[in-house]
């Protein structure tokens, strides 16, 4: 009869303990992303850019990266349904037009991995002097939203509420009294709390000293692993600028990536995306 090495049985049960624990700490990890998908209706200036051409690399980035969730930006209603259909087996969304708070105009939208988390509510705001209705807020040349979500971890059962946004690219003051809000609402919140997007301003602006004020802190500043990429390259044409960010409170952040790498084209959008890893302590 055979009798096992017992040396050998305890580097195999020692492997298989490592990779047990290695799988633990990675369920209890999250991907979030934020991603700026630049609007379609900019044919002129697009050209071989346009959204057509665009569309299945970003999808096929999506599913390779495959994060928990996704924030995204400037998404019309007829991207969101092609979206809609090219993650569907993973992903659906929650969010609203900004110009009518149904379908009219982009949308700050959340996609979410529906196999691992389930939201627990939602709610879309506009930056502005009255948040419950569609509005402009101060100086701004367009609306502006933020929608907010709770979600909790089916893997850790813990819950957490993204904040996904889009500042102003031209009113100061509007990017100013909306990181003000942005504070108010994460305020707020119980429990980790993250606010991500397209925030048309450098880490270094003033305008974001109340997030720290708020125990909101830059994940690119505080990750272990980091980069200092550029986010914004307006199609590598533009002014190449650091402009979309997340801040994070009560979360361990892991890692914090651009994602500038080759999903098949040169730009899936005139932004990179931004992922970061995090996880949530133990209470």
Not at 123 to 144: I, K, M, N, Q
Not at 184 to 208: H, K, Q, T, W, Y
Not at 234 to 259: A, E, M, Y
Request: charged share 20%; glycine share 6%.
């Amino acid at each position: 009869m055979y009798s096992p090495n017992p040396t050998i049985m305890k580097k195999i049960l020692l492997l298989l303990l490592a990779a047990l624990t290695l799988s633990s700490c990675h369920n209890e990890s999250l991907t979030i992303m934020s991603l700026n998908i630049r609007y379609n209706g900019a044919w002129e200036n697009d050209g071989a850019n346009a959204w057509q051409y665009r569309r299945d690399a970003m999808a096929a980035m999506i599913l390779e990266e495959m994060p928990d969730a996704i924030g995204m930006q400037e998404v019309l209603p007829d991207q969101m349904a092609f979206l809609d259909s090219a993650l569907s087996k993973h992903y659906c969304h929650i969010g609203v037009g900004r110009d009518d708070g149904d379908t009219a105009g982009e949308s700050m939208c959340i996609y979410y991995n529906f196999d691992r988390l389930k939201l627990i509510g939602w709610h879309t705001y506009w930056l502005s002097e009255t948040p419950d209705s569609v509005s402009f807020g101060w100086d701004a040349a367009c609306r502006r939203t933020v929608t907010v979500a709770t979600f909790e971890d089916s893997y850790t059962g813990k819950s957490f509420t993204y904040l996904n946004t889009h500042l102003d690219h031209m009113g100061r003051e509007a990017r100013k009294n909306s990181v003000l809000q942005l504070c108010r609402l994460a305020d707020e919140c119980e429990g980790p709390v993250l606010i991500g997007g397209d925030m048309n301003s450098d880490i270094s602006d003033s305008i974001f000293l109340p997030m720290e004020q708020s125990r909101l802190l830059s994940a690119r500043d505080i990750a272990p692993v980091s980069d200092t990429a550029y986010t914004f390259t307006g199609f590598g044409k533009g002014n190449p600028s650091r402009i979309d960010h997340f801040f994070v409170r009560d979360c361990q952040v892991k890692s914090f990536k651009t994602l500038n790498g080759d999903y098949g084209i040169p730009y899936i959008s005139d932004h990179y995306p931004v992922e970061i890893v995090l996880q949530f302590p133990s209470r």
